[in-house]
């Protein structure tokens, strides 16, 4: 992946997502090179380097400095649009360097990852309580992992992060997200969650941002067409869309009613267009 260093003008910019009230994305592009990845959508982004050109913001901790000056955020959302926690991050130190300020500066922080690094920084995120993880596990396979996700960490990587996580008494939310019909299986995902995990959300995949036609190709390639008439057939119409996602409702809600100790969340994006405030993060299932 080639590395070219970013001088930002701007590093807290204010979003639309009900998760915060500003976003910091510390890194363009991203390593792990998820097929799905709703970012390949952004107007903002060089769509066409997103997975093969990685760039480093390194002045944003220096910015980030300047602009909380003016600036009173409430809480912070990280990895909106590139994996805060990709393995150069290792090497740059982007990332570490603007939760130390934001630590610093008493402000909270959602961090959006599925990265088996961030286990490296528990301890600093772990300085303000009121801080919060969303931890992405939405494919129980790791065949499924390789070829649609295929330098993200694997299964076993990802149970030992999350028990990482919930060993600090850091604020954890299992993100299984986006679930990909017949890709993603919930009964699979839950039954290997760690214990500890005290709440889980199911977002469903939107096939306008999700590079629906590629993803196909992809499975088909892979398993079989089967599998990929299956998922076509979720999408083919508004109609068909929404009696998946009943059905999905209805399944989540009996794992809800039987384990009073997780708060389950369910997240159905509209399907003609994604980004809308109805994507409520913060209403329970029950």
């Known amino acids: 992946m080639r590395i070219r260093s970013i001088n930002t003008q701007r590093v807290l910019v204010p979003t639309q997502i009900s998760l915060a009230d500003f976003v ?4 363009r592009g991203c390593e ?5 990845c709703y970012s390949q959508e952004n107007k903002n982004l060089q769509n066409k380097t997103f997975f093969t050109c990685l760039g480093v913001k390194t002045n944003a901790p220096r910015i980030l400095e300047r602009e909380l000056k003016y600036v009173e955020p409430q809480r912070v959302l990280l990895g909106s649009t590139t994996e ?7 090497k740059f130190h ?3 360097k ?5 630590n610093s500066n008493n402000i909270a922080y959602t961090i959006l990852t599925k990265s088996d690094l961030i286990g490296e920084y528990l301890s600093l995120i772990a300085q303000n309580r009121h801080n919060k993880i969303y ?6 396979s790791d065949r499924i992992i390789q070829f649609l996700e295929p330098k993200a960490p694997l299964l076993g990587q ?9 060993s600090y008494g850091i604020n954890l939310r299992v993100h299984i997200g986006p679930f990909i019909p017949s890709l993603s299986q919930l009964h699979e995902i839950l039954r290997i969650l760690p214990e500890g995990v005290k709440e889980i959300d199911v977002e469903l995949y939107h096939q306008k941002q999700g590079n629906f036609e590629v993803l196909l190709n992809c499975v088909e390639r892979n398993m079989d067409r089967e599998t990929v008439r299956k998922i076509r057939k979720v999408y083919e119409n508004e109609n068909t869309y929404r009696k998946f996602a009943k059905t ?4 989540i809600k009996k794992y809800a009613k039987t384990d009073s100790a997780v708060r389950f969340y369910y997240i159905v994006p509209d399907f003609n267009a994604f980004y809308a405030h109805t994507l409520n993060y913060a209403q329970p299932l029950l």
Request: charge should be neutral; include cysteine; glycine fraction near 4%.
């Open 32 to 36: 792990f090179g998820c097929l799905y």
């Open 135 to 140: 931890f992405t596990l939405n494919l129980a």
């Open 158 to 166: 990802r149970i030992k992060t999350i028990q990482a996580i919930a």
């Open 84 to 90: 805060c926690f990709q393995y150069q991050e290792l």
């Open 98 to 102: 603007i939760l130390s300020i934001l």
């Open 248 to 251: 999905l409702e209805g399944q």
């Open 94 to 96: 982007i990332t570490a």
């Open 24 to 27: 910091i994305n510390p890194y």
